[in-house]
């Protein structure tokens, strides 16, 4: 990415300030001058000072009002693509921040969710349900092939309208600050109530008092029935506000999620490539719908403000007319409620990952049916580009479980990471962090950081145990694709082993792929055995004062150990002998 781009838009920014301040500036003088002529124009009884003030006031301090207000919305809007920029610099080094929402609280082994993780890189929802459907997604990779596919081709076709996407989102920040729930503004629609009998009566009385007094002007009736009218109406009045309860109150929540979605609605008007996504809302005019609804909402609001209820509410059925008019553009509106907040969910997620796919990498996985896992130059997407270290991985025909070695810090959960978060990826229907990705439809299953559970009375060893049961159950009914690390640590070499070769090789009779750490030189022995396992090694370079570490994936079984040097450099004592 340029950063020259960040520059112009800070120089841009800075200028706009200025003459926002410029504007402001001179509002505030002509208003004390022209606000002083105000007061001279009964003593100089000027016709000139008059229309020069009328005109002031008329034209000249509106103009100014609307040029600051488009002034400073030009300033926020900027000052949020900058943002929205510099995160992506700030991705593009390795550095991670949540966007609306804060990290999915639940932390995955592999990186994949929680703090400082790929749901962070990919996060720039807008909505709450888009967030939580990513994080979901990419939980449990629940997308099916057909779905995977489907995104794919959207993301290429949208990419075009990344600007007006990123747009889309900045707009949904100033309306939101804390992020939008679509479902929250759909709910609020739907609780309008319809019409109630007490308000066809008060219109009906209502009716009534405005015949009786046009009788009683004309002399035909005496002016006292129309006062009985004019009271029971007002009575009724009373007992119809009631009846719409809290209904007024969110008539202000309601304005406020039509100035959110109206953005949404007219974007997805204008572009055609968002009919692939959005045909419901593309095909309905929901943008003439939604101003009505805006409509009725701002002059229902106005009945939280007892001063405006009393002047609205005496001699007409004003709050009985707009709740009227507010359920009647609500109802068309609801018939499809839940596929119009389906398709908002899907553009907002569709958009972040556009947005991944425009500045970070644009590489799509395909599907094998065979099992297999080929990429070219893959890499960790949550390490800085110019620290990042690709590798080329190939596993396929009877190969189904691969044994990793070296050293420690050489590199070999980092590699585990690498293949399990981009197979997330492809799992998503995101693009890659590599030249190319051919993999097997697969989920994926891990072991690597367990924690014994004081609270349901299991020792780190049992822990390991269940975990490594639920992976082998997932292997039996359907292809999984699995990392582990360091099988059975919590127990004996010599038990170790036994378990570690006979829970591999179980696995390996199943439609699985499996990547396996280990430091134990007998369980890689299993691939002099059997064809289905391959074994690949990281290996670090001894230097007269430290090591170096290349994070090259090799072929073969590493034969070289660090541990004691790594404890001699940090000033442990070792005994050799």
């Not at 004062?545 to 070792?574: C, M, Q």
């Amino acid at each position: 990415m340029d950063n020259r781009k960040c520059s112009r838009l800070q120089k841009r920014i800075r200028y706009l300030t200025m003459q926002l301040k410029k504007v402001r500036e001179i509002r505030l003088l002509t208003g004390m001058v022209f606000g002083l002529a105000l007061f001279l124009i009964p003593s100089f009884k000027s016709h000139w000072l008059t229309l020069v003030t009328v005109s002031y006031w008329s034209f000249v301090f509106p103009f100014l009002v609307y040029k600051s207000r488009k002034v400073v919305r030009s300033i926020k809007y900027l000052e949020g693509y900058l943002a929205f920029l510099n995160r992506q610099i700030s991705k593009q080094k390795g550095i991670v921040e949540s966007g609306f929402y804060q990290s999915h609280t639940e932390k995955n082994e592999l990186n994949i969710t929680g703090p400082n993780s790929l749901y962070d890189f990919i996060n720039e929802f807008w909505s709450f349900e888009a967030s939580e459907k990513v994080a979901e997604q990419l939980s449990s990779q629940i997308i099916s092939e057909k779905e995977i596919n489907q995104r794919q081709r959207w993301i290429q076709a949208m990419n075009p309208l990344m600007f007006q996407l990123a747009k889309l989102r900045i707009q949904m920040q100033h309306f939101n600050p804390k992020g939008f729930r679509i479902q929250k503004a759909f709910e609020d629609l739907a609780e309008i109530k319809k019409p109630q009998k007490i308000e066809f009566v008060t219109v009906g009385i209502w009716v009534l008092f405005v015949g009786s007094g046009i009788a009683s002007l004309l002399g035909f009736i005496p002016s006292s029935v129309s006062f009985w009218f004019l009271t029971t109406f007002w009575i009724l009045q009373i007992i119809s506000v009631q009846s719409r309860g809290m209904q007024f109150f969110r008539a202000l929540d309601i304005e406020s999620a039509m100035k959110s979605l109206m953005p949404c609605f007219k974007l997805v008007k204008k572009a055609p490539d968002l009919k692939l996504c959005c045909p419901e809302i593309s095909k309905t005019n929901l943008v003439k719908k939604f101003r009505r609804i805006q409509i009725y909402s701002n002059l229902l609001s106005i009945e939280t403000h007892i001063l405006a209820t009393l002047i609205a509410n005496a001699l007409l059925p004003y709050h009985i007319f707009v709740s009227w008019g507010l359920s009647a553009s609500v109802k068309p509106f609801l018939e499809n409620k839940e596929v119009f907040a389906k398709e908002m969910i899907d553009l907002d997620i569709l958009s972040s990952l556009v947005f991944l796919f425009s500045y970070h990498t644009q590489t799509f996985p395909s599907f094998s049916e065979q099992l297999q896992i080929s990429a070219n130059k893959i890499y960790l997407p949550l390490i800085s580009r110019q620290k990042v270290v690709k590798n080329d991985f190939h596993m396929g025909g009877d190969q189904k479980i691969t044994l990793i070695t070296g050293s420690n810090m050489s590199g070999k959960s980092t590699f585990l990471r690498t293949l399990a978060q981009n197979q997330a990826l492809a799992l998503l229907g995101a693009p890659v962090f590599a030249d190319s990705y051919q993999t097997v439809y697969a989920p994926i299953q891990s072991c690597i950081n367990i924690t014994d559970s004081v609270m349901m009375s299991y020792s780190y060893f049992l822990s390991e145990v269940k975990k490594l049961k639920e992976i082998y159950e997932s292997v039996k009914s359907h292809k999984t694709i699995y990392f582990l690390d360091e099988l059975f640590r919590g127990t004996n070499q010599k038990e170790r082993i036994i378990a570690a070769r006979s829970y591999l090789l179980e696995l390996g009779k199943y439609q699985s792929l499996g990547f396996i750490t280990t430091h134990d030189k007998e369980i890689t022995e299993l691939s002099d055995k059997s064809n289905i396992f391959k074994t690949c090694y990281f290996e670090e370079d001894f230097g007269t004062d430290d090591i170096s570490f290349s994070y090259k994936v090799k072929e073969g079984v590493a034969n070289s150990t660090n541990a004691l040097r790594i404890l001699k450099r940090e000033g442990l004592p070792v005994y050799e002998g």
